[in-house]
T-cell receptor, first 111, second 110 residues
Framework: DGGITQSPKYLFRKEGQNVTLSCEQN?????MYWYRQDPGQGLRLIYYSQIVNDFQKGDIAEGYSVSREKKESFPLTVTSAQKNPTAFYLC??????????FGSGTQLSVL | SQQGEEDPQALSIQEGENATMNCSYK?????LQWYRQNSGRGLVHLIL?????REKHSGRLRVTLDTSKKSSSLLITASRAADTASYFCATDADDYKLSFGAGTTVTVRA
């Protein structure tokens, strides 16, 4: 089945630790996105990638990093510089400027 | 920054009633999209309406767009318990970033 797979579903980070969230898609989409959602709020864009080997900062990129070495994969690293990382992280893909297909999300919490 | 703002923040209706929610935005757009999110899950795309379109339908959903007022509405007709969810509008503006509002939480009572 085509779709987007995010893993893990739950992740715990210790202080000072970097953690990486996985996002894989088999929809053959060029564009991929990472959003952060805090309780009761909308989605805020962290990073997006229009094409392989290229990505752009979104509205809240500080403390995060990404790579786009393969069309299918767009991993997000939450670095120790992100002081308030607890949130629900959503990955999505699309044909550029068309509807987004979302993964099921990763809940990140701080120990 | 969040481009779209939904109104109301929350809506409670009886099964079988219609639900209407609105989205206002600030700058010119390429398209506007509506999504649904069930608690703790990813978002599901509902409808995309382009800036040169005024109305679109999909099953029990009807979306309108008024670019002169920079607003859109989503109507769900004959609501069901399964429609209980949060609904978000998202705007695709000239900066190519799809910006989401804070959402409307809809509760459908049996």
């Amino acid at each position: 089945d085509g779709g987007i797979t995010q893993s893990p579903k739950y992740l715990f980070r210790k202080e000072g630790q970097n953690v990486t969230l996985s996002c894989e898609q088999n929809l053959n989409h060029d564009a991929m996105y990472w959003y952060r959602q805090d309780p009761g709020q909308g989605l805020r864009l962290i990073y997006y990638s229009q094409i392989v080997n290229d990505f752009q900062k979104g509205d809240i990129a500080e403390g995060y990093s990404v790579s786009r070495e393969k069309k299918e994969s767009f991993p997000l690293t939450v670095t120790s510089a992100q002081k308030n990382p607890t949130a629900f992280y959503l990955c999505a893909s699309s044909v550029w400027r068309e509807k987004l297909f979302f993964g099921s999300g990763t809940q990140l919490s701080v120990l | 920054s969040q481009q779209g703002e939904e109104d109301p923040q929350a809506l409670s209706i009886q099964e079988g009633e219609n639900a209407t929610m609105n989205c206002s935005y600030k700058t010119s757009i390429n398209n506007l999209q509506w999504y649904r999110q069930n608690s703790g899950r990813g978002l599901v795309h509902l409808i995309l309406i382009r800036s040169n379109e005024r109305e679109k339908h999909s099953g029990r959903l009807r979306v309108t767009l008024d670019t002169s007022k920079k607003s859109s509405s989503l109507l769900i007709t004959a609501s069901r318990a399964a429609d209980t969810a949060s609904y978000f509008c998202a705007t695709d503006a000239d900066d190519y970033k799809l910006s989401f509002g804070a959402g409307t939480t809809v509760t459908v009572r049996a």
